[in-house]
């Protein structure tokens, strides 16, 4: 016998038990991945909110919104990619409280080089397992939810190519 959540049928028990697992190990599984190219996933996710951001600069408030982060981790995060040259920080020029951090040429190029091992975990970790139907039906089905939990987020609206200049 499976495992059941009191409350949902067996069907919905496996699916939610099913999403809880998947939030739970995906990251680490991704971790792995992009360790070869010298970046945790949660890195990768900041480089690219900058990457996509207007003139490749955030205030770290708003990096952390963006990847889900809390502000203390979100600042760990930028300290260490400062560190290692894939960011820079500097005071905001509208409120001298706010930090902006703007990505390097350095950091960029570390992204690029980043983005075939992300594309390539995506397919090995889940788009593999999958047929292109099921693919389509299940970005249509999660779509809905996950605009419902982020309305202006990724999903809100398209994004260019982050690899062009």
């Known amino acids: 016998m499976s495992a059941r959540v009191d409350g949902l049928s067996e069907a919905e028990s496996q699916l939610w038990i099913s999403f809880t697992v998947l939030s739970q190990i995906l990251t680490p599984a991704l971790d792995a991945r992009l360790r070869e190219v010298g970046l945790t996933h949660f890195e990768y996710g900041s480089l690219m909110a900058l990457l996509e951001a207007p003139g490749r600069t955030l205030r770290i408030r708003e990096m952390a919104e963006r990847t889900y982060a809390p ?95």
């Not at 809905?144 to 260019?160: A, F, I, N």
Request: no cysteine; hydrophobic share 40%; charged share 25%.
């Open 71 to 165: 502000l203390p981790r979100m600042s760990k995060v930028v300290t260490r990619l400062e560190q290692r040259g894939l960011v820079t920080r500097s005071p905001s020029g509208s409120d001298a409280r706010a930090s902006e951090i703007k990505l390097t040429r350095e950091g960029r190029r570390v992204l690029v080089n980043a983005l075939p091992a992300h594309a390539d975990a995506a397919r090995r970790l889940i788009l593999d397992k999958l047929t292109a139907e099921q693919i389509e039906t299940l970005a249509s089905i999660l779509a809905p939810v996950v605009l419902e939990l982020d309305p202006t987020g990724p999903l809100s609206h398209g994004s260019g190519d982050p690899a062009s200049p």
